[in-house]
């Protein structure tokens, strides 16, 4: 951003003359079902990358707030920034994945995500065997598990190096952080959708309603970039759980996956798992040829 005054009023002006009025209005139109919840001050906030740390810590505070009232939990909701020199990837051995959907029901529940609509940023793909074709995956599959000639693939966001996702967002509400996590700033998102059209991983959620989470089901731990309840209208995604994994923690999907089909850490050290697998495992990318440069690997044992 190279105004340090520039507001969400401001962003949308810009939109509205860059995009085209037909355009624009497509754009915003989501906007339109969720600006009656918004106060003044919420619809002023400055961008994310240009909040000083009092404003960043007044918009944590009424966070917390707007969440006990909403949903009559008490919460903690702080702002974890990237450490410097680490640069986070992550690898799945798909030889070992039996397809348990355990990493997806961990996302949902650490994530903070809408319990009527079960939603993860996870799916885990019933492809079959020598075929690596998306398309053909089944992540719909109701059988017991792991199925006869069958391997499983979860998907979730990429955190691209390239991330086309990014290069579409008509406001910048989207982003890659120094360690490689894509980000979102909820509270900039004007909802437009294009950032889920851009990406070829299908790994970005909208919420189109208004999170239904009980009170005692809601994770109190909470990050402002990452797990805290979104609200109606706005785009989400994968973080790699940065509330977590910027303390030294594991991703909640890693920790819940039965098999150890998941390794996550520091590609900048050189004496990490990660960096042991991408030195020794004959690792690939999805969609190599599209050029998004992902931080997500996948990898067979044979």
Not at 97 to 119: P, Q, V, Y
Not at 156 to 177: G, I, L, M, R, Y
Request: aromatic share 10%.
């Amino acid at each position: 951003m190279s105004n340090p005054e520039i507001s969400r009023r401001t962003a949308l002006k810009v939109a509205g003359a860059t995009l085209g009025a037909a355009a624009f209005a497509r754009a915003v139109a989501p906007l339109t079902q969720w600006t009656q919840d918004l106060s003044v001050d919420e619809f002023l906030q400055k961008h994310y990358q240009e909040m000083t740390p009092s404003e960043m810590e007044r918009v944590l505070r009424r966070i917390e707030a707007r969440t006990l009232k909403d949903y009559g939990a008490m919460v903690q909701v702080e702002d974890v920034r990237p450490t410097p020199g680490v640069e986070f990837g992550y690898a799945l051995n798909l030889s070992v994945c039996i397809g348990c959907r355990k990493c997806a029901e961990a996302c949902h529940k650490e994530n903070n995500h809408d319990r009527a609509t079960n939603n993860s940023y996870i799916r885990v793909l019933e492809m079959k065997m020598g075929s690596l074709d998306l398309a053909e995956g089944d992540a719909t599959y109701d059988h017991p598990v792991p199925a006869k000639d069958k391997f499983y693939m979860p998907v979730q966001c990429q955190q691209c190096d390239n991330p086309p996702c990014v290069n579409v967002c008509p406001v910048e509400a989207t982003w890659k952080e120094s360690d490689g996590i894509v980000v979102v700033d909820y509270d900039w998102c004007i909802g437009c959708r294009y950032c889920e059209a851009a990406c070829p991983y299908h790994a970005r959620r909208f919420n189109w309603t208004k999170p239904e989470i009980p009170a005692a089901e809601i994770n109190p731990n909470q990050s402002y970039l990452s797990n805290r309840v979104r609200p109606k209208g706005v785009m989400e995604k994968c973080t790699f759980c940065l509330h977590r994994t910027r303390k030294g923690r594991l991703p909640a999907c890693l920790e819940a996956c039965p098999t150890g089909a998941r390794v996550f850490g520091n590609m900048a050290d050189p004496h990490s798992e990660i960096r042991w697998v991408l030195e020794n495992k004959r690792v690939f990318v999805l969609k190599e040829d599209l050029g998004t440069e992902p931080r997500f690997f996948y990898f067979f044992d044979k």
